[in-house]
C-alpha cells in the first residue's frame, strides 16, 4: 500500500492534482472538502453542523471529520493505497490518521506540500467562485480560509518533517508542469498504472 498526503493552502491545487494522481496512480481519493459538501448538499444532521463551519471558512471540528475518515478507509479494503487531500488539517487529526493506518498495519509514505504565493491563491479561488457555487468562494470567506490554514494546519507540515517524510513542491506552474514534479517524488515508491 501506498499513501499519499497531498497537503498546502486554499487553492494551491490539492483537488485538480489530486485527480490526475489517482488515475496514473490507481489510488483512492479522499478529500474531506468534497465528502463534508455532499453531506452538507445531502442536508445530514453532520452537514448541517459542518456547514456553519464551512461557511465561514472556519474548520469543522476534529472529531467530526476524523468519525468521516475512518469510514471511508473502511470501504476500501482492497486499495493500492489512498491520497488524502485537505486532510489531516490540524495535528490531532494527523495523530488519529497515524493510528487508523497503523491498525490497518500501514502508514502515511510521502507528504507533498504545495507552494503557492498568496496572491495566486486568491486569484484562483475568486476566479473559481465565478462558477462553482461554493459558498466560501468570496473574497472575506477566502481570507479567513487562508487564515485559518496559517494558525491551525500549517504547523501538521512540522509534524511530518519531524517523520521525515516531507516535501516542498512549487505549486504555481501550470497544472502539467505541477504534475509531473509531484510524479517525480512519488515514482519512488508506485509506479504509474497508466
Ligand atoms: P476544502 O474543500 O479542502 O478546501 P480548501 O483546502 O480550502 O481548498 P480548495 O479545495 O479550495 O483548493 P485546492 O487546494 O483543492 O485547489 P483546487 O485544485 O480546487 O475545504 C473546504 C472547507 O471544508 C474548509 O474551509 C473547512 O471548513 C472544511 N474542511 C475540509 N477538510 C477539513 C478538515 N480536514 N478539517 C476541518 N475542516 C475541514 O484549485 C483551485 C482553483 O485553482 C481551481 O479553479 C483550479 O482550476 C485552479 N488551479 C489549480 N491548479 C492550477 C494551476 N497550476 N494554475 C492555475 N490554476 C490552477
Ligand atoms: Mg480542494
Excluded at 463534508?36 to 467530526?64: C, F, I, N, W
Excluded at 517524510?165 to 515508491?189: M, P, Q, R, W
Amino acid at each position: 500500500m501506498f499513501n499519499l498526503v497531498l497537503f498546502g493552502p486554499p487553492g494551491s491545487g490539492k483537488g485538480t492534482q489530486s485527480e490526475n494522481i489517482v488515475t496514473t496512480y490507481n489510488l483512492q481519493h479522499i478529500s474531506t472538502g468534497d465528502l463534508l459538501r455532499d453531506e452538507v448538499s445531502r442536508h445530514t444532521p453532520l452537514g448541517t453542523e459542518a456547514k456553519k463551519y464551512m461557511d465561514q471558512g472556519m474548520l469543522v471540528p476534529d472529531e467530526v471529520v476524523i468519525g468521516m475518515i475512518s469510514g471511508k478507509i473502511d470501504d476500501a479494503p482492497d486499495a493500492r493505497g489512498f491520497v488524502f487531500d485537505g486532510f489531516p488539517r490540524t495535528r490531532p487529526q494527523a495523530e488519529a490518521l497515524d493510528k487508523l493506518l497503523e491498525f490497518k498495519q500501514t502508514k502515511i509514505h510521502l507528504v507533498l506540500a504545495l507552494e503557492v504565493p498568496e496572491p495566486e491563491l486568491v486569484k484562483r479561488l475568486v476566479g473559481r467562485g465565478v462558477t462553482s457555487g461554493r459558498s466560501d468562494d468570496t473574497e472575506d470567506v477566502i481570507a479567513k480560509r487562508i487564515k485559518e490554514y496559517h494558525s491551525k494546519t500549517q504547523p501538521v507540515a512540522n509534524y511530518y518533517n519531524e517523520q521525515g517524510k516531507l516535501e516542498h513542491v512549487t505549486g504555481d506552474h501550470t497544472i502539467a508542469d505541477t504534475f509531473k514534479t509531484l510524479s517525480k517524488h512519488i515514482n519512488k515508491y508506485l509506479l504509474p498504472v497508466t
